[in-house]
């Protein structure tokens, strides 16, 4: 893979999940589209970590649309040896989604090959962007991965363009024009999605919920819903965090976000309290909008890439065999 600055490639996926009209929803199909100049980037409707943004009434300008999205997905992804074949089954899955942007924010000093590549022939509209962690927030050597909120720079990095700041490497270079309705969402690259949960989140109207599987060391943990309103949240781990949520247990939709220039990720936020930094910049917990059937469907889940095993590889590259790192993996 070669080596990175920093960390690794944190990548940050945004999603644009474009609100379904009710002809939408008849229909499952007719893509919400601005701006008339061709798809951006590597040839394809892009890819690569993604906010999927879509308007309400679709409009298709003469041409062919660079933003075709009701839906917006913001991913992060370390570079390691698994990171290709995470992003490939994670691009795999979100091609199944219509109207979609996949917004990836690389941790590095600026966009890798592999990335760039993968996001070039994904077949996804894209957006590219790359901002390095800074020294004082990476891990040691040996640390826990949650002794320090991670992919904070990126995740702020894809707000700040959704926001008209620039900063595109790669792919659509422009943001979403104003008026433009859609949905923001923060994917991770080892999680497992169903096609299902995309769909709910295409009727967010402030901050969307639902409940995550195989996390928080229980079952699942999401909110606890009675007569359709939030009144708590089923968790075992400091339940009394402003929005004890997982960060693939909720979306936001895009005019909120961009009606609170300040709400942001706080990188010096305690432990498990990096989404109660952003979402108490946003909703009130009362106001929260339950999906996935009132929040009694698991439709994401907090799966973990196993950690390849390389002692062979690193015996026989000590004995100058290893194996040929022309060949990507």
Known sequence: MGSIPGQGTKILQAEWLGQKTKQDKEKNRAFGCWSGKGHGGGGGRGGGAVLGVAQEKPYVPSGVGKWCLPLSLLHLSPCRLVQKAELVRLSQTLSLVPRLHWLLVEDAEGPTPLVSGLLAASGLLFTHLAVLTPKAQRLREGEPGWVRPRGVEQRNRALDWLRSRGGAVAGEKDPPPPGTRGVVYFADDDNTYSRELFEEMRWTRGVSVWPVGLVGGLRFEGPRVQ?????????????????????????VSLPLLLAKPNARFDATAPRGHLESSLLSHLVDPKDLEPRAANCTRVLVWHTRTEKPKTKQEEQLQRQGRGSDPAVEV
């Open 227 to 251: 007569d359709g309103r939030v009144v708590g949240f089923h968790t075992a781990w400091e339940p009394n965090r402003p929005f004890p949520l997982d960060m693939a247990g909720f979306a």
